[in-house]
């Protein structure tokens, strides 16, 4: 079992910079393959940033250029940087665990809230 634990998300006005973390536990963090999502009221979950197979780490087009997602495997944890935030970043931000062994041990974070306002 793996858990989950998203912070460092507030409000924030246009233009400045998050960091959002994500910590793991419960497993083995190097065989985790690990993502951002975000969903926004009335919206769906949409992928943020995910990292694939070949070790290349995707993004949204809506984020490229201004997220940035890394990871410490030593703390077991995985950031979001977020520049040149937007209104239409608002979002609760999740972070998504996936086992690389076994794609059906898929795992979810509680969410951490970033709202973007002057």
């Known amino acids: 079992q793996v858990q989950l634990v998203e912070s460092g998300g507030g409000l924030v006005q246009p233009g400045r910079s998050l960091r959002l973390s994500c910590a793991a536990s419960?497993?083995?963090?190097?065989?985790?393959?690990m993502a951002w999502y975000r969903q926004a009221p009335g919206k769906q979950r949409e992928m943020v940033a995910a990292?694939?197979?070949?070790?290349?780490?995707i993004y949204a087009d809506s984020v490229k250029g201004r997220f940035t997602c890394s990871r410490d495997n030593a703390r077991k944890t995985v950031y979001l940087e977020m520049n040149s935030l937007k209104p239409e970043d608002t979002a609760a931000y999740y972070c998504?665990?996936?086992?690389?062994?076994?794609?059906?041990?898929?795992?979810w974070g509680q969410g951490t809230q970033v709202t973007v306002s002057s």
């Open positions: 998504k665990a996936v086992n690389i062994y076994n794609s059906r041990d898929t795992y």
């Open positions: 419960g497993s083995i963090f190097s065989n985790l393959r």
């Open positions: 990292d694939t197979s070949g070790g290349v780490t």
